[in-house]
């Protein structure tokens, strides 16, 4: 791993460095500016990994996106265009970086095909630069069909999911039989036939469970016929491009989805994603060891939010919470929906930043807390009587928790103008320093802003 002795805050050094460098400076550290980055959320998502990857990949010559599926949604803003993607890695905005779609992801060709033409309206191509995964797997109408069904079935019980299909495709994934990747787009006529059968045992299914109306296959196979013609030039062995890129000191950016408490594995279980959305998703969702990544970065909101159903210790469902929401534009990217919101939960974070091995993080959304005269960091939890300052992932356990707060002083003053970290009010640094404290991770990056500009790059 190059350079990590050197300590934290490498994505602020490596940066300023290349900027500089850029800028026609002297060559300096030439070794160092060859960094891989990976970034993931550390709470629910929707922390701001679109802004940050956009930022980083002016330096990068490839973004990966290893996980997931449409259910995630990164915004990114340039000037006065507002980009909201799904299945595209945020990095598809900048016109020369590569981007790829790793195994790890489940991909929906009608909104794959809708970013695309999305982008090309606003002179974004994605020809030569778009890579898909011949081993992602294909989320189709049967798997958002099952998804509708089963959540109505469970009426107040429901997992709260986006009704995308993810997490049916993911269980076809590990069921094997029904699976389909986008290497079968290839053969249409052996994917239709392949088809066929599916669609008969869903068919059957759906109408024994939920009574439902079948599904035309013909028209089904129509479909990913258009996707065939569509996509199937992007398709390749990603793992070996990722291979090349990284024996040619290639600069490779890898983008997580959702966030680490929504993990399959070590979130807030039921009420997570069929993915591993932590960094540890990252090695078995594109092939890549993390042990080949420089820096991990963890992105957190100044304060939380989260979005469905499932348990959120420091949520304030009331004024304090609508402020916020409001203020900080808390609504879905994917659904629309008002996300839930609350105070800073650093016990949580520490957990996640723990299990992911996180070198740094970026803290944004600092904006929308001016203005609040006091504000709380939940720095542990109460249970059964007893003070912890681990998380406990399990959802019934979580629920019966109460948080432990510290108060600390807020601000006034405006920050979407300051692009300095010394220039920051000093309640926002102490705000950020006793986060720091508590999690045992630096803050690297502050967001002040949805701007490209409005991020401020701290070396610690």
């Keep these: 791993m190059k350079n990590v002795e050197r300590g934290f805050g490498l994505a602020a050094e490596a940066y300023e460095l290349k900027s500089r460098q850029d800028a026609g400076g002297t060559e300096i550290l030439k070794g160092f500016l060859r960094m891989n980055y990976c970034v993931v959320?550390?709470?629910?998502?929707?922390?701001?990994?679109?802004?940050?990857?956009?930022?980083?990949?002016e330096k990068s010559d490839l973004v990966v996106r290893y996980g997931g599926g449409a259910n995630a949604g990164h915004t990114v803003i340039i000037g006065d265009q507002k980009f909201a993607l799904h299945i595209m890695p945020s990095g598809a905005v900048r016109p020369t970086t590569g981007c790829v779609i790793s195994n790890g992801v489940v991909l929906d060709p009608e909104i794959l095909i809708g970013e695309i033409d999305g982008l090309a309206e606003r002179d974004i191509s994605m020809d030569g630069r778009l890579f898909i995964s011949e081993n992602a797997h294909v989320v189709l109408d049967y798997h958002k069909m099952e998804d509708q069904l089963r959540e109505d079935a469970l009426g107040k019980n429901k997992i709260g999911t986006t009704i995308r299909g993810i997490g049916p495709c993911y269980a076809d994934k590990i069921g094997r039989s029904f699976a389909v990747r986008m290497a079968d787009f290839r053969d249409i006529d052996a994917l239709a036939e392949r088809l066929r059968k599916i669609v008969d045992y869903k068919n059957k299914v759906f109408g024994a469970l939920y009574n439902a109306d079948p599904i035309d296959v013909d028209a089904l196979i129509e479909k990913c016929k258009v996707y065939r013609d569509r996509l199937v030039g992007f398709v390749c062995n990603t793992t070996r491009l990722l291979f090349e890129a990284m024996d040619n000191d290639k600069n490779i950016l890898f983008e997580g989805a959702q966030g680490a408490l929504l993990d399959l594995d070590h979130g807030t279980f039921p009420f997570v994603t069929s993915s591993n959305c932590s960094a540890l998703g990252m090695g078995p969702g594109c092939g890549i060891p993390n042990q080949k990544v420089d820096s991990f970065i963890?992105?957190?909101?100044?304060y939380a939010t989260r979005v469905g159903s499932g348990p959120f210790p420091s949520e304030q469902d009331n004024e304090i919470g609508d402020v916020i929401r409001e203020k900080g534009h808390e609504y879905g990217t994917t659904t629309g929906r008002p996300r839930r919101c609350g105070w800073f939960d650093a016990v949580a974070a520490k957990y996640t930043a723990r299990v992911g091995g996180i070198n740094e993080i970026a803290m944004m959304h600092l904006d929308t807390l001016a203005g609040m005269k006091e504000l709380k960091i939940c720095k542990?939890?109460?249970?059964?009587?007893k003070e912890t300052d681990f998380f406990p992932s399990d959802a019934d356990e979580l629920a019966g928790v109460e948080c432990v707060y510290e108060a600390m002083p807020g601000w006034d003053e405006?920050?979407?103008?300051?692009?300095?970290?010394?220039?920051?009010?000093?309640?926002?640094?102490?705000?950020?320093?006793r986060i720091e404290e508590i999690v045992k991770v630096p803050i690297s990056i502050v967001g002040v802003g949805p701007k490209r500009s409005q991020a401020i790059f701290r070396n610690v």
């Design 298 to 302: 963890g992105l957190v909101k100044a």
């Design 41 to 57: 959320g550390l709470q629910w998502g929707d922390e701001g990994k679109g802004k940050v990857v956009d930022i980083l990949a």
């Design 414 to 433: 405006d920050l979407s103008e300051v692009t300095s970290y010394d220039d920051l009010p000093e309640n926002t640094r102490n705000y950020i320093a």
């Design 380 to 385: 542990a939890y109460k249970l059964n009587g």
